[in-house]
């Protein structure tokens, strides 16, 4: 029998970066294929169309900062970036928007900062904000789902509504977001926003058809069920140990909080606690986007206290902001306060009382 | 001469208000979505920068020390003031375009550091030419990022060059490509920050390589022999 001796550590992580990548990503498959139940072959083309440029600039970026390149291909960190992206943007975007999106999240947002695990905020949601700011008509150009349309779009039509902007039959997408009876449909949190200036209250609001066929009342028809599966997604993660808790209860549960006591104020203008939960991208911002271990805190009570943060801007932005949904900002602004969280929350070491730390300080 | 090449290097270049000294950023960040604006808000500020240099260099020995600082502020304000009447009667949609950043030009730190700085300490035609070169550098970074901003942005130079040039200015546009969706990011304050970024990275970049360059031509000096030959 040989008995080697080495030291330590003796009990070794069994997961690289790339694994861990990779199972986010299996984890938002389910979601992903849901969207495209409901809402056609676009997220398909603008996957496809953000991981070859997300990929091509992490490659070229690398080069030029003579970095191994490969390796760091490797990692999966850019696909996952720009799968990101991509469920966030609206399916028909024009192609050259999603290219510029994903350009500025790899080369801005990440490599310029130094690359992955030095980057201060989430690229893909660096992307989302900069393509929101900059194309904000295009960028809230959501179809209907597809129980809406006339008919279905083919996989050819979407394809050539993304590169020219016409569908084969030359129509472009504010005629086909003008549906059967005319009515102009959005997202079921535009549509509140829109309901309320119009001197609507909320439970009028959601008389409208965009709020048929979801599992509860006040839900959008396709909105919630992907909400559902990216929960599902999210409690995978949970369950391999990919994720910890504390940010996707914390960011709910803050949201819940501060929305319910809106809702308590004042029924008929701020929009229930369900409402702001399963409509949105509050889910997959809890479990996929705000738990990026690169920009999200890095100790557990810094953790509770970023997510918690995190949900309360995110219903004052959703409530009280000019933009309808508001994940992509509450993340970027407290991406910003994490060196100071951190700062604030560093767990004690072994051996050293809190309070004599302080006297080394003084 | 020496003297005027330094002055004419440290303001241009190595120790240009806007990309070294960072200086004067409100005004940078905030009119430069377009290369007139950048220009018109340059020019104003060189003209300034001159005429404070000059006076401020002629009073020198007659101001007292304790109370130099009023007097440049009230030198600053009176040619700002003259500067933004001039720019209201000639060229009055620039003068509407600027807006606040005219009469801010007074809060230019730019200016009343070189005041302080250089002019309080030298003669009168250093002082002019400094207010020159300085004024040039500030201009040429205003140019430059209003050109990269208007470019992204828009995807045209020198748009409304007629608020600066008069008539002759009208189709001096030029259009390097058309688009339906502007990219808003670039005219927006963000891309100034960004752009700003990107200006400063590649000076530095520049700066390093011509240090790497210098370097190695150093240790190619020949070495001379100091042992005695046996």
Redesign the interface.
């Known amino acids: 029998m040989k008995l080697t001796l080495s030291s330590s550590p003796h009990q070794r992580v069994r997961r690289d970066t790339g694994q861990i990548m990779r199972l986010v990503i299996y984890a938002m498959a389910p979601a992903m294929v849901l969207q495209m139940f409901f809402f056609g072959w676009g997220l398909l083309i603008q996957a496809s169309i953000a991981i070859l440029t997300a990929v091509g600039t992490e490659a070229a970026f690398l080069a030029l900062r003579q970095k191994p390149v490969g390796r760091a291909l490797s990692d999966y960190s850019a696909v996952l970036t720009a799968l990101l992206l991509a469920v966030s943007i609206p399916p028909a975007l024009?192609w050259w928007?999603t290219v510029?999106g994903t350009f500025c999240a790899i080369a801005?947002a990440k490599q310029l900062y130094g690359g992955l695990g030095f980057n201060m905020f989430n690229p893909a949601m660096i992307a989302y904000v900069?393509l929101l700011?900059?194309?904000?008509?295009?960028m809230t150009m959501w179809l209907p789902p597809q129980q809406f349309l006339a008919e279905p779009l083919s996989f050819a039509d979407t394809l050539s509504l993304i590169l020219t902007g016409y569908t084969q039959s030359g129509m472009d997408i504010v005629q086909l977001r003008t549906v059967v009876d005319g009515i102009t449909m959005a997202t079921p949190l535009d549509a509140v926003k829109t309901g309320l200036t119009q001197s609507r209250t909320y439970t009028e609001t959601l008389q409208a058809p965009i709020f048929e066929g979801g599992f509860a009342s006040s839900l959008g028809a396709a909105w919630s069920w992907i909400a559902l599966a990216y929960l599902a997604g999210g409690l995978f993660l949970l369950k391999a140990r990919v994720i910890n808790w504390h940010i996707p209860v914390a960011m709910i549960a803050s949201v819940i909080v501060f929305s319910g006591f809106l809702h308590l104020l004042d029924m008929d203008r701020y929009a229930s606690p369900l409402f702001h939960v399963f409509n949105g991208s509050l889910l997959i911002g809890a479990f996929f986007i705000a738990t990026d271990p690169v920009s999200a805190s890095t100790t557990n009570k810094g953790r509770l206290i970023f997510a918690a943060a995190i949900g309360f801007w995110l219903v004052i932005i959703r409530t009280f902001g000019g933009y309808p949904d508001a994940v992509a900002f509450a993340v970027i602004i407290m991406n910003m306060a994490v060196p100071l969280i951190d700062y604030y929350t560093r767990p004690r070491t072994y051996g050293h009382s809190p309070r004599s730390e302080k006297r080394k300080h003084r | 001469m020496s003297e005027y090449k330094t002055l004419a290097a440290d303001g241009m270049w190595k120790n240009n208000p806007a990309l070294v000294q960072l200086l004067g950023l409100c005004p940078l960040l905030a009119v430069t979505a377009t290369v007139i604006n950048g220009l018109g808000l340059g020019l104003a500020t060189m003209a300034v920068l001159i005429g404070s240099n000059v006076t401020v260099s002629l009073v020198r020995n007659i101001v007292r020390n304790e109370i130099r600082i009023p007097i440049f502020v009230m030198v600053i304000a009176s040619f700002v003031t003259i500067i933004q009447l001039l720019m209201n009667a000639f060229t009055y949609e620039l003068y509407l375009a600027l807006g606040i950043f005219i009469p801010l030009i007074v809060t230019n730190c730019a200016i009343i550091g070189r005041a302080e700085a250089f002019a309080s300490k030298n003669k009168v035609l250093p002082a002019a030419f400094d207010g020159v070169m300085m004024g040039l550098g500030f201009t040429v970074v205003l140019v430059l990022l209003g050109g990269m901003r208007e470019l992204l942005g828009a995807g045209t130079l020198l748009s409304g060059a007629d608020r600066l040039f008069g008539p002759v200015a009208n189709n001096w546009t030029v259009t390097v490509f058309a688009t339906e969706?502007p990219?808003?990011?670039?005219i927006?304050p963000?891309g100034a920050f960004?752009g700003m970024g990107l200006l400063i990275a590649a000076k530095n970049a520049i700066d390093q390589r011509l240090a790497a360059r210098q370097t190695k031509q150093k240790k190619q000096v020949t070495r001379i022999r100091v042992t005695a030959e046996s």
Do not use: G, R, Y
Request: no cysteine; net charge neutral; hydrophobic share 75%.
């Open positions: 024009p928007m510029l801005i900069i700011i900059s194309f904000p008509v295009a | 969706h990219f808003l990011l670039a927006l963000p960004i």
